[in-house]
Nanobody
C-alpha cells in the first residue's frame, strides 16, 4: 500500500504557471511508476503525464505536450508536474497516481490515487 499526497494547486491566470508535487509514503518509491490524471467538472478522468521508475520513459497527453513537464526525485519520494502556459481548459482536479506494474494512459491501470488538488485557470 502506498499513500499519495498532492500539493501545489491553486488559482492562476491564463498564461501562468504552477508546480504540483506528490509525495509518497513508501520508502520503495523508486519501485513505482508515477503519473498524473485530471478531471474537470462533468467530464471523465483524463490522462496527463506518466514517468517510469527511473525516469527513462516519459509520455504526455497531446493536450499538454510542450507545456507540462513531469519529473521525479526518488530521494525525496516525490513526483512533480510543472505546468506552464496554463489555459482555462486546464482547470480540473489533478490526481497523482502510482503503480508497481504498469505505465499506462488508462486510469483503471493505476492502483494508487491521491486525494486530488484543484487547479483553476482564469481567463
Amino acid at each position: 500500500q502506498v499513500q499519495l499526497v498532492e500539493s501545489g494547486g491553486g488559482l492562476v491566470q491564463a498564461g501562468g504557471s504552477l508546480r504540483l508535487s506528490c509525495t509518497a509514503s513508501r520508502r520503495t518509491f523508486s519501485n513505482y511508476s508515477m503519473g498524473w490524471f485530471r478531471q474537470a467538472p462533468g467530464k471523465e478522468r483524463e490522462f496527463v503525464a506518466a514517468i517510469s521508475r527511473n525516469a527513462s520513459s516519459i509520455f504526455y497527453a497531446d493536450s499538454v505536450k510542450g507545456r507540462f513537464t513531469i519529473s521525479r526525485d526518488n530521494a525525496k519520494n516525490t513526483v512533480y508536474l510543472q505546468m506552464n502556459s496554463l489555459k482555462p481548459e486546464d482547470t480540473a482536479v489533478y490526481y497523482c497516481v502510482a503503480s508497481r506494474v504498469i505505465l499506462s494512459r488508462k486510469p483503471d491501470d493505476w492502483a494508487y490515487w491521491g486525494q486530488g488538488t484543484q487547479v483553476t485557470v482564469s481567463s
